[in-house]
């Protein structure tokens, strides 16, 4: 059995490796540390031509974590479960509390890399119950039988960074799952993929000469997208939930933020106001 010590990080692809990065330069908890042990170059470096749009996906990034926080700390709700959490620490983070029972998932391949740096990112017992499980999140006897695990009580369903990988037929399938554990245990399912279509003009210019956009056109993440907020809501609406809330932007938690605009000429900064939100997260609730 592999020891912390002698872990090969190599074994992470470079897009999980790239995001990795990406938040190690904010104060998400325990980004830093994470990139830290691995001890190598950065997979998808900044090129100084584009600074602004490096620092303004660095953001992107950073209020999409930290809006899944804003909706779930309101609920009170001390069950978790956060599916496709790629190298995400925030059960590690929520753990510290002795109430919690986290469940962090993601397919197993990148689990075996995420039990490492946890064992290097905090050795010591935790207050809370931290479990790191590999799970596809459409197979749904396995998805039962972890939160089959948790104590007794509501449960929160967190996601960031998944529909957008999924067509129509398997959003409908891990709908239909998590609608049925709620309909059981009661709870919210929180996700921060409600991922609007770029206009084609915009779209063909994000996808050039970048690697990691390439990799998101390899797998045509654009068309996976929900064409817009009114028919995300209707998709949902007819998969048997409906919007309880919607997380607000909180500019002074995002920790990167000073730094993109600090890339940006004043005249970028008043076209930054003209900008088509495209993302949004909300809390879901089983349709009353």
């Given at each position: ?8 990080f190599?074994t992470?692809?470079?897009?999980a490796?790239g995001?990795l ?8 908890p ?13 997979p ?18 950073e ?12 609920t ?8 496709s ?15 919690v029972h ?61 529909l ?25 399912w929180?996700?921060?993929?409600i ?12 996808y ?8 998101l056109e ?7 997208k ?16 409906e ?14 933020l ?6 940006l ?24």
């Amino acid at each position: 059995m592999e020891t912390p010590s002698n872990r090969d990080f190599n074994t992470i692809s470079p897009s999980a490796k790239g995001l990795l990065f990406l938040k190690g330069h904010t104060t998400l908890p325990y980004s830093r540390e994470a990139v830290a042990l691995l001890q190598e170059p950065e997979p998808f470096p900044a090129d100084p031509e584009k600074a602004a749009r490096y620092w303004a996906r660095i953001v992107h990034f950073e209020q999409r974590y930290r809006s899944i926080d804003q909706l779930l700390l309101p609920t009170g709700i001390k069950n978790m479960v956060e599916i496709s959490a790629g190298f995400s620490f925030r059960g590690l983070a929520m753990a510290a509390d002795p109430a919690v029972h986290y469940i962090d998932t993601d397919l197993p391949d990148l689990i075996a890399s995420k039990r490492q740096f946890i064992a290097q990112l905090h050795p010591e017992p935790l207050p809370g119950v931290l479990e790191i499980e590999g799970l596809n999140a459409l197979d749904e006897a396995s998805f039962r039988r972890l939160t089959g695990r948790l104590p007794q009580g509501p449960v929160a369903i967190l996601n960031e960074g998944l529909l957008m990988y999924l067509d129509t037929a398997e959003k409908e399938q891990l709908c239909g799952i998590i609608r049925r554990i709620l309909q059981q245990r009661g709870g919210y399912w929180i996700t921060a993929d409600i991922y609007i279509r770029e206009d084609a003009e915009v779209a063909a210019k994000m996808y050039r000469n970048d690697a990691l956009m390439q990799f998101l056109e390899a797998h045509r993440i654009e068309e996976k997208k929900f064409s817009s907020y009114e028919s995300a809501r209707d998709f949902f609406g007819e998969m048997g939930f409906e919007v309880d809330a919607e997380a607000q932007p909180d500019y002074g938690a995002i920790s990167s933020l000073p730094q993109f605009l600090a890339t940006l000429t004043p005249a970028q900064r008043e076209k930054l106001k003209q900008v088509r939100r495209t993302r949004a997260t909300w809390r879901l609730k089983l349709a009353e």
